[in-house]
């Protein structure tokens, strides 16, 4: 394996959560350990109320750990102001949602080209690149279409072409197929298996061990702490 190979683009130590509502405090995530190398298609698999969400909102830059320390991609999180923390998150992050979270009436074409106007790309090379990433989806015949004239499948691979369009060094997915019916949550799965193959690095979150084993590694979430999981 080259060094490339396992250089970390995730390192969470002894990260924690503790959100306080004044009345009690909720320690959402304990002390938690995790690695995640260039390249990995990494599952976190957990329960309702196990911690998936806080785990998200922390990898995503949204939120910042009570305690411990995150680097992503080499720059220490904890270093950074809220500024920072959104350019980090918008160069290094492609996030695919549950509900998709697509712009309403705008076309696929410009909803996948609009991540990069926050990278200052202009117009022509926007659309130029969200066309190519639209078109590696399959969706070269849906540019035009808005959402609502999208099958749910069709609008999660215009979620997954707007996370590729910046080729951010992670895609952080968060229960991808939860909106779908089997096949077209089959066929998500099986384009991060390709983008995996591709040498893409993936962290999937899940309730559903199921959708986990597309991943090559996972690992539990139970009361905010963290195991290692064996993928059937
Ligand atoms: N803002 C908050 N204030 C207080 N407690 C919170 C807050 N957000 C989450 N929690 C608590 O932290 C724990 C983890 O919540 P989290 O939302 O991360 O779970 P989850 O795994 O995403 O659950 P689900 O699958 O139901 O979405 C839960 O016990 C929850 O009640
Ligand atoms: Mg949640």
Request: aromatic fraction near 4%; charged fraction near 25%; include cysteine.
């Amino acid at each position: 394996m080259s060094a490339r190979a396992v250089e970390p683009i995730i390192e969470l130590e002894d990260v924690s959560r503790i959100y306080d509502t004044g009345r009690v405090q909720v320690p959402a995530l304990v002390d938690v350990n995790l690695r995640v190398a260039k390249g990995e298609f990494m599952a976190i698999i957990g329960p309702s109320g196990s911690g998936k969400s806080t785990m998200m909102n922390i990898l995503g830059c949204l939120d910042r750990p009570t305690s411990g320390r995150y680097v992503l991609d080499g720059q220490p999180v904890d270093e950074l102001d809220d500024d920072g923390l959104a350019f980090v998150r918008s160069r290094s992050i492609g996030f695919v949602f549950q509900s998709y979270n697509l712009l309403p009436r705008t076309s696929a074409l410009e909803n996948v080209a609009a991540p990069l106007l926050y990278q200052g790309v202009g117009r022509k090379e926007r659309l130029k690149k969200a066309q190519a990433a639209l078109e590696r989806l399959g969706l070269g015949d849906r540019l035009g279409h808005e959402p609502s004239e999208l099958s749910g499948g069709q609008q999660q691979r215009v979620g997954i072409a707007r996370a590729l369009v910046t080729e951010p060094a992670l895609i952080l997915a968060d229960e991808p197929t939860g909106n779908l019916d089997s096949h077209s949550g089959a066929e998500v799965l099986s384009i991060f298996k390709d983008l995996h193959a591709l040498g893409r690095t993936i962290v999937l979150i899940t309730h559903d061990i199921d959708v986990a084993t597309a991943a090559n590694r996972g690992v539990h979430l139970r009361d905010g702490q963290l195991q290692e999981a064996v993928l059937a």
